[in-house]
């Protein structure tokens, strides 16, 4: 098995037992589960982590405009480690979270008009910035935004980057360089179809990561 990179490798909107810990034999750090109803990779009302799960795999929820007691009563009820939240939520809300054990990544979606200022009022209350591509909805577009836009960004966060990440979206990597980048979602980018992830595309880009 490769050694980890010191990026964070996740893994996200996995929906099926089997597929999830065929993943889980490839060691990302991160695994995300979508609890937004309205999303095609949505777990659904009766989902369950499972028990086989490696506990060296940070589970993420991700949450989109989703009453926050709400969203620890998932927390507690699956072992979340992490909240991803996708939707308008404040910084308040953020804090709450933060201030009941959970650790906060803020999602933003990046495209033509978006202005990095919209992030300053989060930064005392998340651990993590997610910045993936503007899309009328809340993520799994499959697309990738332009990377060299992040050079506008302060860096004072740390960040992951998503939006279609796939093999051929790591050879335009080398933009990336010297930022603040914590990680890579990967999600659409590495699928066979919604919420069901090709075990050899996955491979992939965990080996051009830890390579890196």
Known sequence: MAEKSTLLCKVCGMTDTDNILAVSALQPDLMGFIFYRESKRYVGETFTVPRDLPTTIGKVGVFVNQHVEDILSLVRRHGLQYVQLHGDE???????????????????????GFSFTATQPYKNHVDWFL?????????????????????????????????????????????????????????????????IKDIAKVNSVLNKIRSL
Not at 145 to 160: A, C, H, I, R
Not at 162 to 186: A, K, Q, T
């Open 131 to 195: 910045f993936d591509t503007k899309t009328s909805g809340y993520g799994g577009s499959g697309r990738k935004f332009d990377w060299s836009l992040l050079k506008d960004y302060d860096q004072e966060v740390p960040f992951l980057v998503s939006g279609g990440v796939g093999p051929r979206e790591l050879e335009d990597f080398h933009v990336l360089h010297g930022m603040n980048l914590i990680g890579i979602d990967m999600n659409s980018g590495v699928e066979s179809s919604p919420g």
């Open 90 to 112: 404040l910084p308040g809300q953020c804090a709450f979270l933060k201030e009941h054990g959970c650790r906060v990544i803020k999602a933003f979606g990046v495209g033509d």
